[in-house]
């Protein structure tokens, strides 16, 4: 019965025709009041919480969830860098991370204290600065973004980087830099 209501609500064919002796009868049948109340009241749960969960990205729960998809794992930190989210950025990389610039030009980031430390900016930017994913290819445990960093003063323009990004066991590992020119 339950279940037949639900489905006759959800398709919009509960159409109410006579209500009679606290009974609704409609195109599918005749309901009792309290039992239309807990079907619908069930049935907005269902919809309401498949709003929220549409609402929030996949990637934004991976790294607590110990995905193990590395696409996953990177988009997690990109949304939770662009979101100035420092804990939610370090969930992403495994505890003995190494993070190298290829360049020579920044020192090799090693380990979770000094990833931190070296992300602690993201607290003191303004909201609007952030880096958009231009293209990202992946394979295996490898992912590689070209990114553009947005939201920096108009002297400084729109920097672009390469990004590669080695996944293992849901985390981060190793993430290379490679110089731009």
Avoid at 115 to 130: G, M, T
Wanted: contains cysteine.
């Amino acid at each position: 019965m339950v279940v037949d209501l639900l489905v006759c609500a959800f398709y919009g064919l509960a159409v109410m025709r006579h209500v009679s002796h606290g009974r609704i009868i409609t195109a599918c049948g005749t309901i009792p009041f309290t039992e239309l109340e807990k079907s619908m009241s069930r049935l907005m749960q269902v919809v309401s919480t498949c709003v929220l969960l549409m609402l929030v990205p996949l990637s934004a729960a991976a790294c607590g969830n110990k995905s193990a998809d590395p696409i996953q794992i990177v988009q997690a930190q990109v949304d939770a860098y662009n979101a100035h989210d420092i804990d939610a950025f370090a969930a992403c990389y495994a505890d003995n991370v190494t993070i190298s610039d290829l360049s020579g030009k920044r020192p090799t980031i090693t380990g979770m204290s000094a990833l931190k430390k070296a992300y602690a900016f993201l607290a003191r930017e303004p909201k609007d600065f952030r880096v958009a994913i231009i293209q990202r290819a992946a394979s295996g445990p490898t992912v590689v973004d070209h990114e553009r960093v947005i939201g920096l003063p108009a002297d400084k323009g729109q920097p672009e980087a390469i990004a590669v990004y080695e996944v293992r066991d849901g985390k981060i590992q190793n993430v290379w830099f490679p110089p731009n020119k």
